[in-house]
């Protein structure tokens, strides 16, 4: 069967994957009237055709986004170098809607997580995690996820939809409006984003490659390149494509050393195996300007699964050569989870492998931990279309009676 990952490429075969890409999502509103145009996920390109289709020349983008991702100005009326007639005729027929802060919370370290409330009810998570200068913000891309990855909390609940570019955008324009950082002067509320929070990115790739180009453009967040990362389970062919449309940091969610290990916690591997996808990561980096980037690779630890001696050992073998830098997350537990945070002392020895490989190895400190704003923890409540959540509920409560 031909499907397509996206309107902005050619149509390929991948089978099985809902890779099905439709109407520019930017231009769906998110919670208004469906007549009016939410400008908020319209790329800078987006933005000009616009103005243009309504009789407008194209500088009235730059004015707009400045006005939208700059001073977080929602109101048409606010935007004072716009002639009156423009000003009521934008507000007759478009906005600027963000989605919705259903909750807030905040961690002891600093952390803030927000439970945002998208247009059908369903919340997905964003969380914040301050650092020293920086500020990292995890973006969500998808209400669920329909990849089940096996230790991860949004596996387990399935797959809903995909956000629009301004539903995912707008995570990065509510957290700087939650700080009311628009015109602190008090330094960038957010200074790196993680497409790492609910979702497999690369499934939903017009939305998010929109939404990161607005991130590093200067008339928005002017984030640079580096400082922008998306993270895949392993969509090869989508991975495959992505550099003729973004030039942002890679990140790999590995989590094995070898395809057996894998196949068992990330079920995508079997269709798309690790050798497929360390390839097409590389030809990534190779594709890009800037010869000394380099692919994260995120390998979270499992006690008993993927964390012995033998298993980093195995990691150095697989790596050895591939440009990267290794994050090893110990696995934050859930209820239900079904895996073990690894001992501190396996931790270590894992790290003192790949050290003395010769890799750049950095150990992820949990962060959020009173309010569940982990990685593998952001788990807002999903109108379970694959009713996965429910088969995993009764899976557990038959295992529970087994053992008690
Ligand atoms: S780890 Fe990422 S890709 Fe895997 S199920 Fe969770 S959200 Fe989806």
């Known amino acids: 069967m031909k499907l397509r990952i996206s309107s902005r490429l050619a149509t390929f075969a991948v089978d099985k994957l809902q890779i099905l890409l439709r109407m520019p999502d930017a231009l769906i509103a998110t919670t208004a009237p469906a007549s009016k145009i939410n400008l908020l996920g319209m790329t800078r390109a987006q933005l000009e055709s616009f103005f243009t289709d309504i009789g407008e020349k194209k500088f009235r983008a730059q004015q707009v986004l400045k006005w939208i991702h700059h001073q977080g100005v929602r109101d048409f009326q606010d935007m004072t170098n716009l002639g009156k007639t423009l000003r009521d005729r934008l507000s007759e027929t478009a906005e600027i809607a963000p989605p919705i802060i259903d909750s807030q919370q905040d961690s002891a370290d600093g952390t803030r997580k927000w439970a ?11 969380v914040l995690i ?70 497999e990115p690369l499934l939903n790739f017009d939305n998010v490659v929109s939404s990161m180009e607005l991130m590093c453009d200067d008339l928005a967040y002017g984030l640079s390149k580096r400082k922008v990362t998306l993270s895949t389970s392993g969509v090869v062919p989508a ?54 980037r380099v692919v994260t690779i995120e390998y979270t630890l499992l006690a008993g699964v993927n964390d012995q001696v033998e298993h980093a050992q195995e990691l150095a073998q697989l790596l050895d050569g591939f440009p990267c830098k290794i994050n090893l997350i110990p696995f934050n537990d ?71």
């Open 334 to 404: 859930f209820p239900q989870s079904g895996f073990k945070r690894p001992s501190g002392n396996a931790v270590s020895r894992f790290w003192k492998v790949l050290m003395e490989a010769g890799f750049i190895v950095t150990v992820r400190t949990t962060r959020g931990d009173d309010i569940d704003a982990a990685c593998g923890q952001l788990v807002g409540e999903v109108n379970d279309r694959t009713k996965r959540a429910a088969r995993y509920r009764a899976q557990y409560e038959e295992m529970d009676t087994i053992e008690g």
């Open 130 to 199: 301050p650092e020293g200068d920086r500020a990292t913000l995890c973006v969500s891309s998808q209400v669920g996820c329909s990849l089940d990855c096996k230790f991860c909390s949004t596996g387990k609940q399935g797959f809903q939809r995909d956000l629009t570019a301004a539903e995912i955008i707008g995570q990065v324009w509510l957290a700087i409006d939650s700080y009311d950082g628009w015109q602190s002067g008090k330094g960038r509320v957010v200074t790196n984003v993680v497409m790492m929070g609910m979702g």
């Open 116 to 126: 945002i409330k998208v247009a059908g009810g369903a919340l997905v998570e964003t």
């Open 239 to 292: 991975l495959d494509q992505l550099a003729d449309f973004s030039d942002v940091s890679l990140a790999i969610s590995l989590h094995a050393p070898n395809d057996a290990i894998r196949d068992q916690i990330i079920p995508i591997n079997k269709r798309y195996p690790i050798a497929n996808l360390l390839s097409s990561a590389r030809a990534y980096i190779d594709a890009q300007m800037d010869k000394k």
